[in-house]
């Protein structure tokens, strides 16, 4: 017992030593909340709308995704409607002055992006237009940034694997990332029928569900946080190849200590860093986006309990791994879908009822809906507090065959 | 005191360790010697409970290190082959956190930290993150995390590859520190001079296997008082052997150790003065000799007369 809490200590100091990823962790999210509030904050009520016409050239799942997301028909909620075109069309109609502006996607956007080279959005605007083409201007940088968020869960692994092949082993070749991104594409394509076009219906389910005016800002906001610990549960997961390539691993294994003990004390380090960046995301979608906030500490608490289920569920996944490559490859594997459907990246009340309900069942996706109804003050004490109760029994079974596998092949390979 | 009997690990087809039985006394220093891939660092996993033993037993001051294992790894200090360190944090803060894995706690553990700081000589650095050391600095640094907790048993795999020679002295003589003060010492090496300057007992290891053991001296007198004579040329391998056995000075006195076409290798008393008598008795086979070393009774040649080939590779 001392010495999980040694560990965890530890592991926290450690966090603390290495600022800089806490600063990306929190800093991602926040950025996106900031353009979201810029982007939609206050802006009830009609405003004028734009017209953009688009011109998808590289019609990849990519850019599928950012036509989804602008609202191809009737978008309501961003400032202007979109409309697909082709390039010459386009062109042609914003020298006539028939739209506020032109989005050109560029052939080879998708693969720029999975690859992190540079890329150019061509955004034409009409002269004769001030403030429409400004508003459209801001509004696309916001649905670009998730564009390129959504991108860091699959970049990553695909990024890894293009660029540091590994010291000897299973080297995957180009033409096999390239296969890899091609299915990721099709299945991307396909989910993306029954998940993007939603997005375009918020408005109509929001006005019906919620009474408050909840504007987009708060009803993002929460899928961001979940969004956010769940990259967090993540990267401290990754921690335990840190501790095995660092031998520190196998040196916890010869102190006179159970493996468990140790395993439990970094998942305990983990909780706490995951319940302070739900606290402070929490206090910050009060202040930021009019998010209810009744009860904070158990909010945190529900998060830390939530952060310790994701936590030991991304670590059984790198434990599984023989690489750290492919660790990461699998967790983004994982972690995407469940992200999609979970309520973390759309919000639920966006999404069709099917999907809700099966979204409901993810693990993020059921968390986040007690999350909800905790800062709301709308929750059933005796089912949340089964839902604790549940939560530590599955992570600790989780945590039971962690520990089994980080002492056996993990640790010695 | 370690207790080895018959120890065996295997990793699929590959026997890394064959039925190894040694004992290791307190107060003492014991030399595990032996090529890369030997089965040192094998063996020192199965003794510290990082690998499970295919077969056989080892007691660690009587503790079964797979039947009472935590007891066992009580009283057990491990500077592993490989760095275990943390990088992001301070040499004092690694001592704390290794020392607190081994019960020391508050004014104690300060105490120690500090103390084996200066031991190590990192007492100015103490403060710096271990990433911005020199490979030597993070060696003692690895050295002290083993030995903080004064570890009734020791175990030092290889623990001066690749450091500078400064702190290569300074690390030998940490070891002797702790043998001198009643600790139980278990040290692997590749490096010839090392064991024999620094082991009470040695086991010469190959391929898994424990092919011979003993103080120094008791190795030594495994080949008497004789030289090895290494030839390297051309040898007709048939007729080496009888040509040797016609010279009259080392008739019934010398052992062939190894022979091939391109290699020839003789334990013979006092090689220098039969030279010429040698050289003689090849020559009448037609043999031509280009090189000849000469080596007085060492481990080096010991290893050599065990296995045939050289320790360094
Ligand atoms: N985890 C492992 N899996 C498979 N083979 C291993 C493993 N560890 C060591 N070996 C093999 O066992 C033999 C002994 O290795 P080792 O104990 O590291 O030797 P040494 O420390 O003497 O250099 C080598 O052939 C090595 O390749
Ligand atoms: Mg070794």
Known sequence: MRFTLLTAKNDLRRRLRDPMSLLIWLGIPIAIALMIQLAFGGSGGSSPKAKVLVADRDESFLSGLLLGAMGQQQGQQLPFEAESVEL??????????????????????????????????????????????????????????????????????????????APGANTLPNEEVARISTMINSIMERMGDALFPPVIQLSIEVEEEE?????????????????????????????????????????????????????????????VVIAAVCAFGLVVGRFGFGLPLKNLPLAGAWAAVAGALLTSLMLLLQLMASSQRVASLLSGLVMM???????????????????????RKTPNGWALEQLKAINADGYDPTSLLASFLGIVAISGVLLYLCTRRMAGAFARS | ??????????????????????????????????????????????????????????????????????????SLG?????????????????????????????????????????RVGLEDRAKEPAKQFSGGMKRRLNFACGVLHKPKVLLLDEPTVGVDPQSRVRLLDLVREEAASGTCVLYTTHYMEEAETLCDRLAIVDHGRLIAEGTLAELRGMLGERDLLRLAGAFDPDKVGAALAGVEAIRGDHEVVQSDAELLTVSVPQASRHLPAIFAALDATGAEVRETTLTQPSLETLFIKLTGKELRE
């Open chain 1, 211 to 271: 009474e408050e005016d909840s504007d987009m800002g708060a009803l993002f906001f929460p899928s961001i946080l979940f969004m956010t610990l769940f990259f967090l549960a993540q990267g401290l997961a990754e921690d335990i190849w840190v501790e095995k390539q660092q031998g520190t691993l196998r040196r916890a294994l010869t102190t006179p200590h159970r493996a468990g003990e140790f395993l439990t004390g970094k998942l305990l380090a983990a909780m």
């Open chain 1, 337 to 359: 879908p469940l992200l999609m459907i979970g309520g973390s990246f759309f919000p639920f009340e966006a999404m069709p009822p099917l999907l809700v309900t099966i979204g």
């Open chain 1, 88 to 165: 010459e069309e386009g062109r042609e109609r914003i020298e006539e002055g028939d739209a506020s502006a032109l989005l050109v996607i560029p052939e080879g956007f998708a693969d720029a992006l999975l690859r992190e080279e540079p890329c150019t959005l061509e955004l034409v605007t009409n002269p004769a237009q001030r403030i429409l083409p400004a508003m459209v201007e801001e509004s696309l940088t916001l649905v670009v940034e998730a564009v390129f968020y959504l991108h860091r869960v699959f970049g990553e692994p695909l990024d890894a694997m293009l660029q540091e092949p």
């Open chain 2, 78 to 118: 491990v500077v592993p082959q490989e760095l275990a360190i943390y990088e992001d944090l301070s040499a004092a803060e690694n001592l704390r956190f290794w020392g607190g894995a081994f019960h020391l706690r508050g004014a104690e553990l300060n105490r120690r930290v500090e103390e084996v700081l200066e």
């Open chain 2, 1 to 74: 005191m370690i207790e080895v009997e018959g120890l065996r690990k295997t990793f699929g087809d590959l026997v890394a360790v064959d039925d190894v039985s040694f004992r290791a006394e307190p107060g003492a220093i014991f030399g595990l010697l032996g090529p890369n891939g030997a089965g040192k660092s094998t063996t020192i996993g199965c003794l510290s409970g990082l690998l499970d033993p295919t077969a056989g037993s080892v007691r660690v001051l009587g503790h079964d290190v797979v039947g009472d294992a935590l007891a066992a790894r009580e």
